[in-house]
């Protein structure tokens, strides 16, 4: 069966930084895209960045860029969100994704987690 976990999430003041994480199991990623999503309440779940297996392609929406920066460690089938800056608009539940199906900010892919909140305080 396969899995994918986010962890990392939390509460933390408007300014500071967290860093998810999102193991895979049941098979592994290593040549795959992954991405992450948000959901905001009462907002429909929206893009935030993707990486390339390769890692040589990355995307990121407007409004995290140059904030947020995904990585990922295939040895570990493991992506990574490193989040600065964070701001109370950054509160969210956030996703991790495997495989697009339709485009890096497509909102269609194969996988999905369970996801983890991330609550920004003021």
């Known amino acids: 069966q396969v899995q994918l976990v986010e962890s990392g999430g939390g509460l933390v003041q408007a300014g500071g930084s967290l860093r998810l994480s999102c193991a895979a199991s049941g098979r592994t990623f290593s040549r795959d895209t992954m991405g992450w999503f948000r959901q905001a309440p009462g907002k429909e779940r929206e893009f935030v960045a993707a990486?390339?297996?390769?890692?040589?392609?990355?995307l990121y929406a407007n409004s995290v860029q140059g904030r947020f920066t995904i990585s990922r460690d295939s040895a570990k089938n493991t992506v990574y969100l490193r989040m600065n800056s964070l701001k109370s608009e950054d509160t969210a539940v956030y996703y991790c994704?495997?495989?697009?199906?339709?485009?890096?900010?497509?909102?269609?892919?194969?996988?999905w987690g369970q996801g983890t909140q991330v609550t920004v305080s003021s």
């Open positions: 990486m390339t297996w390769t890692g040589s392609t990355t």
């Open positions: 994704a495997a495989i697009p199906t339709s485009g890096l900010d497509g909102s269609s892919w194969y996988y």
